[in-house]
């Protein structure tokens, strides 16, 4: 297949043009910066150099490419998590997912694309039921309020994606990210791994949020399986082993060679943090994969973070 991969230069986005060549498909990989040009081509993609939020732009570039699939998986989450830095990826993130989504939506079915895969992330499902949600669970409806633009922007991607009727439009809920690339790895200058260290990541509130995590490689071999052989609609792509941030944060840490986090209460993080952070930090739901196991065949490398944190940093 030809695939059009917005966002090829990113953490997911360089492990998935990685392995849609070993599997045959033709990519094309988007990048803002001509110096990142060249590394996608040296992955096997043919670059092109886009700024997602520029419509003429995409429909130009979607039209050249002719792809018969695109995976949108533009987001601007790394990078230094200053407080300041924080806020402006996270809206820098939301309009990625809106006004990005309907770019590429609109230039997607000007040129007749059979199917479009879209990131979105497990981090908000509804924060009532039990520890682990499947697909039929729905986003959080009343978030903190400093959360809330976050959450709209991923309720449009959805929403705007799984309702194509023109071609199969298919979002993939991913666990938190780790790995090589991401802010959990074993570059020192990894977000999560340097806060790590210097003990300035602490388990908030009791730590009792539950994450599903997944290693980066696994997230995008569970993408080339959505390319390959999803049915339009929701897939939940994690490990098997969903954990409070109590029990799996510790185990990084010392993974990492550092001390134990300290613990802090949640209104002491609020007023710097947000209630959105403290939140995530104690309310969070894990997600069951049960349907994309059964449904796209797929299995992780990596079934739990124990094994991804000793042997899947690097
Ligand atoms: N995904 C999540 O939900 C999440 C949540 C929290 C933290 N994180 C962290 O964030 C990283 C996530 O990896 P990722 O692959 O999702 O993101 P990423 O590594 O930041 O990659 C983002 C991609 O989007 C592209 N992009 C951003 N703005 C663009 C624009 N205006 N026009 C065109 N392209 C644009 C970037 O291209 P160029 O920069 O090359 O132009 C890059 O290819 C990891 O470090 C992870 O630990 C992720």
């Not at 666990?175 to 003990?199: I, Q």
């Amino acid at each position: 297949m030809r695939v059009l991969i917005a966002g090829a230069s990113g953490a997911i986005g360089s492990q998935l043009v990685t392995q849609l060549v070993e599997g045959g498909h033709e990519v094309v990989g988007t990048t803002r910066s001509p110096g990142k040009s060249e590394r996608l081509r040296a992955l096997g993609a043919e670059p092109v150099v886009v700024d997602a939020l520029d419509p003429d732009a995409v429909a130009d570039m979607v039209a050249k490419a002719e792809p018969e699939v695109i995976v949108h998986q533009l987001t601007a989450l790394s990078g230094e998590m200053s407080m300041r830095n924080v806020k402006r990826m996270a809206a820098a993130t939301n309009r990625l997912r809106t006004e990005g989504t309907d770019h590429l939506l609109s230039a997607a079915r000007a040129v007749g694309v059979r199917t479009f895969v879209a990131q979105s992330n497990a981090l908000w499902m509804e924060r009532t039921g039990g520890p682990v949600v499947d697909e039929s669970g729905r986003i959080e409806p009343n978030p903190p309020a400093d959360a809330a633009p976050a959450v709209a922007a991923l309720l449009h991607l959805e929403a705007a994606v799984t309702g194509i009727t023109w071609a199969d439009g298919i979002v993939l809920r991913y666990g938190a990210f780790y790995g090589p690339g991401t802010g959990v790895s074993a570059a020192p200058d990894a977000f999560m791994t340097r806060e790590l260290r210097k003990r300035k990541f602490p388990i908030v509130g009791g730590g009792g949020g539950v994450w599903s995590l997944v290693h980066i490689a696994d997230a995008a071999s569970a993408t080339v399986a959505a390319i390959e052989r999803g049915r339009p609609g929701i897939y939940h792509v994690a490990d098997d082993d969903p954990a409070a941030l109590r029990d799996w944060v510790p185990y990084l840490a010392r993974t990492l060679g550092a001390k134990p986090p300290r613990r802090v209460p949640g209104w002491l993080v609020r007023p710097l943090a947000g209630a959105g952070a403290v939140d995530m930090m104690t309310r969070a739901r894990g997600i069951s994969t049960e349907k994309t196991k059964r449904e796209l065949g797929w299995e992780p490398r990596y079934p739990s973070w124990r094994t991804g944190f000793t042997d899947g940093l690097s």
